[in-house]
């Protein structure tokens, strides 16, 4: 298949058999783009930015919720060669105008929702780009009205463009990660529509739901690669665990792609919400992100079958690994065997760890990747044998399953003792009572530091010293005393990106 689709891999190489087909629905509404219509808008607006002065190489800037355009946004930067940023429409305008500035952006594309956040911001900045609206706003043109008269016919022959993703900035200001351009010719390379028919078994039938923000790296790479394939993309403006569900039975979904935290809310629902759907048309739901306890893995299995595959990797795609249900199953906890690299576990003095030993997560064999305008923190993230990290903390089984333990710049050291607070998280995470949950390490006079949780209990849960009670006896009857909180403080809600990334900085101030 992948061979017969050489040149194909994107919206236009469809048009033939499939104009008339949804590429993209959204799903609480059921409006649609076409692939005729997709491939429309992407050649009108990829010649717009050419218009405007960009050329291949240049970059452009999205700062848009989950909306129907979004994939025609993406393709047509992608049909004019250039490079693309989606930003966060969750962020600040000074963090939203720091990505804007450090991509160099020309062009920023915003929406009525997101511009008033961002607009003061990036316009203060030395050289502001030009700003253009998908909806109509004061002293911003309609992006609509900017390509009514430009040629709408189909685009061809150009060369490929790249998404530019940026690090969720989890410990600091966001990293650039900006790959070399393909050279290739428009619809010749797509590393993710290969992977999901070989790994996924996707094809131009698959019905491909993304529950998540389009900003992230997952959801705008699958989505892309859906459509470099032929299928369709069912897009929901934001995760809602009841109408996942609905979504599933409506559109008939085959694939879908989650994160934990997403896991934990469907798993909340009644039985008789659970139960009221019809999601049979399932054949493939992946997750990945963030970790995922192992309980919360068992019980979607158990619901779900054998259909839940999770895959580990990163924003600088230095690796990868895959584990299908069966070799979880096998082996709980693990995030798989390697599936693109090849990974090695290193102690602090960067020798190599035996098996069932911790240490930092290295990869060799994989793509290199450089940090925009950060040539030390590129540096940093290589050893001396061209090997690369993101300062993930894990170890390998004598069969090659990866198990991750927590990210190196999240350890906590408590009177010499290193605790790894993913390892506490996963316990107080699958109690009833909690809703969400973060630990971190926090000064301590004696130790050094010591364990804080931060807790969001249930709705229905009181907040007090016995809760506080019933949850430390809770841990200590799961995890050595020194690895259960000294403390626990309760919030309403923890700062946590949609992609289940906790911004533990945030706590930590």
Not at 87 to 96: C, P, V, Y
Not at 392 to 397: K, M, N, R, T, Y
Request: some cysteine; overall charge negative; proline content about 6%.
């Amino acid at each position: 298949m992948i061979e017969n689709l050489t040149g194909r891999f994107f919206p236009g190489g469809h048009i033939q058999e499939s104009a008339t087909k949804p590429a993209v629905i959204m799903a609480e509404s059921g409006v649609m783009m076409s692939y005729q219509e997709l491939d429309t808008f992407a050649s009108q607006l990829a010649r717009f930015f050419a218009q405007q002065g960009l050329k291949p190489g240049d970059h452009v800037a999205y700062c848009v919720e989950n909306r129907l355009e979004c994939l025609a946004l993406q393709w047509g930067a992608h049909y004019a060669g250039l490079y693309y940023t989606f930003i966060s429409t969750r962020l600040t305008g000074n963090e939203a105008a720091y990505i804007v500035e450090n991509c160099d952006a020309k062009i920023l594309v915003v929406t009525a929702q997101s511009a008033p956040n961002i607009m003061a911001s990036v316009m203060s900045l030395a050289i502001p780009p030009n700003i253009i609206s998908l909806d109509p706003i004061s002293n911003c043109d309609l992006l609509s009205s900017r390509m009514a008269s430009i040629d709408s016919s189909p685009l061809r022959g150009t060369l490929e463009g790249s998404e530019m993703l940026y690090s969720s900035g989890t410990t600091g200001k966001p990293k650039g990660v900006k790959p070399e351009l393909s050279g290739q010719t428009l619809g010749n390379t797509s590393i993710i529509a290969g992977m999901l028919v070989r790994g996924f078994n996707a094809s131009a039938q698959s019905v491909y739901l993304s529950p998540a923000p389009y900003y992230h790296a997952a959801p705008m790479k699958w989505c892309q690669g859906i459509t470099a394939l032929g299928g369709t993309v069912v897009l929901m403006e934001k995760f809602d665990p009841v109408g996942t569900l609905y979504s599933i039975e409506k559109y008939k979904v085959t694939h879908s792609q989650w994160v934990p935290t997403m896991f934990h809310r469907l798993l909340a629902l009644s039985d008789s919400e659970k139960n009221q759907y019809d999601i049979s048309s399932q054949q493939v739901a992946v997750h990945a992100a963030a970790p995922c306890p192992i309980p919360t893995k068992q019980a979607m299995i158990e619901w779900w079958g054998p259909i839940i595959f999770e895959y580990y990797s990163c924003t600088e795609a230095i690796g990868m690994t895959f584990t299908n249900s069966a070799a979880w199953l096998a082996h709980p906890g693990t995030v798989g065997q390697a599936l693109l690299g090849t990974p090695h576990i290193l102690d602090e003095d960067g020798n190599e760890q035996p098996a069932n030993s911790d240490g930092v997560v290295y990869f060799s064999d994989g793509p290199r990747f450089t940090y925009h305008k950060d040539e030390s923190k590129t540096d940093d993230a290589y050893n001396h044998q061209g090997w690369a990290t993101v300062g993930d903390i894990g170890h390998l089984d004598e069969d090659g399953f990866l198990y991750l333990t927590d990210r190196k710049s999240n350890m906590i050291i408590s009177g010499g003792v290193n605790v790894y607070p993913q390892e506490t998280e996963n316990i107080l995470a699958v109690h009833p009572a909690v809703h969400d949950v973060a630990v971190i390490g926090i000064p301590h006079e004696d130790f050094g530091e010591q364990v804080c949780a931060f807790v969001q209990l249930e709705k229905h849960v009181t907040a007090d010293d016995n809760m506080r009670s019933e949850l430390s006896a809770y841990c200590r009857e799961n995890l050595s005393a020194i690895k259960c909180p000294r403390h626990i403080e309760f919030r309403d809600s923890l700062p946590r990106e949609p992609n289940g990334k906790l911004l533990k900085r945030l706590l930590k101030a």
